[in-house]
């Protein structure tokens, strides 16, 4: 299915000879024809019904095209093509919604479960959890480190 922009329109109901148009059943019919934006100066031929009657040029409209050789074809689309593509498009959002919701998840709980092992048995979780709880403040991570009791000869400096 593809949005369109008219930028012409024709109805027919007579051929050329100026006779009706019938189907192969006998039965009569409208024909349809229009330019867009999207595909310039071509025609894009099909059938009038209710759906199109309504139809004027600047109208934005949902089509579905198909070539036909040299020619271009539309067909109006159906209901059930119009709920496919709507289920598609749902079904994509859920998936996106549910892969977040399983990350965020993911994260909370492990930033809860580090929390209650630390509170409940006073150790870290992991590696990373204790050089994070360990790192020094932002403001004195460049103050140089305090001078080894080695370099004293082991005698207190005071």
Request: hydrophobic content about 30%; charged content about 30%.
């Amino acid at each position: 299915m593809q949005k369109v922009t008219l930028t012409g329109i024709w109805r027919n109901t007579t051929d050329k000879q100026g006779q009706p148009l019938k189907s192969a059943k006998g039965f009569p019919y409208t024909k349809l024809s229009f330019k867009c934006k999207e595909h310039g100066d071509k025609y894009i031929g099909g059938f009038g019904n209710k759906d199109n009657e309504g139809w004027k040029v600047g109208d934005t409209v949902e089509v579905i095209i198909k070539e036909n050789g040299q020619y271009l074809n539309f067909d109006m689309p159906k209901e059930v093509d119009v709920a496919t593509e709507r289920i598609a498009k749902l079904e994509s959002r859920v998936m996106k919604l549910e892969l977040a919701e399983s990350r965020m998840t993911e994260e909370i709980y492990s930033k809860v479960k580090s929390d209650l092992v630390l509170e409940l048995t006073g150790k870290f979780n992991t590696t990373a959890d204790y050089k994070k709880i360990t790192a020094p403040h932002p403001q004195f991570a460049d103050v140089p480190e305090p001078i080894p009791a080695e370099a004293y000869n082991n005698e207190p400096p005071f």
